[in-house]
């Protein structure tokens, strides 16, 4: 059974940069595509972007400015940084795993639960 | 990007009636849909994929149809445990998008 789990700072400084990591048991970080994807309160969800086979990215272009997503498979886990935040960041990060082999599916059938990130001084 | 937009916002339903759920897209995206369920507290589960396949494990009362830019879940025999909010998701275009949600309360 695949569980994903988010970890890192609730609390981020305008400016700053938001790092998150996404532990993954079940599975390996070396197949699939791993996502990040986030939710604004009261708001619907947001494909952040994602990186497949130890090093293929692709990002949202309204983040790519902003955002590095990494893998580290001796961890089996993957990580998000988004830089230059502001309260606009605030929201519940999910991880999760598009199942896609050479290309993605698109769709996430392994998702993490969350964790709420706030950009606040 | 393309724009999805789902109705109604919120509908109720007594148990063990059915709810159709309605996602409309600002452009042609073929049968690329998602369907997620997310449950208070929860994180989305994957529903329906390629707009009317079921993911692993999901009953029958789920059903998905459409294709081009009108789509639809239909939950039939509501159960209680079927309070959620219902996304909609296209990954046709890039980037992927999702609705705002339906949120399904039992009445």
């Known amino acids: 059974q695949v569980q994903l789990h988010e970890s890192g700072p609730r609390l981020v400084k305008p400016s700053e940069t938001l790092s998150l990591t996404c532990n993954v048991s079940g599975s390996s970080v070396s197949s699939y595509y791993w996502t990040w994807l986030r939710q604004p309160p009261g708001k619907g969800l947001e494909w952040i972007g994602y990186i497949y086979n130890s090093g293929v990215n692709d990002y949202n272009p309204s983040l790519k400015s902003r955002v590095t997503i990494s893998v580290d498979t001796a961890k089996n886990h993957f990580s998000l940084n988004l830089r230059s935040v502001t309260a606009a960041d605030t929201a519940v990060y999910y991880c999760?795993?598009?199942?896609?082999?050479?290309?993605?599916?698109?769709?996430?059938?392994?998702w993490g639960h969350g964790t709420l990130v706030t950009v606040s001084s | 990007e393309v724009v999805m937009t789902q109705s109604p916002t919120t509908v109720a339903v007594s148990p063990g009636e059915g709810a159709t759920l309605s996602c409309r897209t600002s452009?042609?995206?073929?049968?690329?849909v998602a369907w997620y369920q997310q449950k208070p507290g929860q994180a989305p589960r994957l529903l329906i994929y390629h707009a009317s396949t079921r993911a692993t494990g999901i009953p029958a009362r789920f059903t998905g149809s459409g294709s081009g830019t009108q789509f639809t879940l239909t939950i039939s025999s509501l159960l209680s445990e079927d309070l959620a909010l219902y996304y909609c998701q296209q990954y046709n275009n890039w980037p992927y998008t999702f609705g705002q949600g339906t949120k399904l309360q039992i009445k």
């Open positions: 452009k042609s995206v073929d049968t690329n």
């Open positions: 999760a795993r598009d199942r896609g082999n050479i290309v993605p599916t698109g769709y996430f059938d392994s």
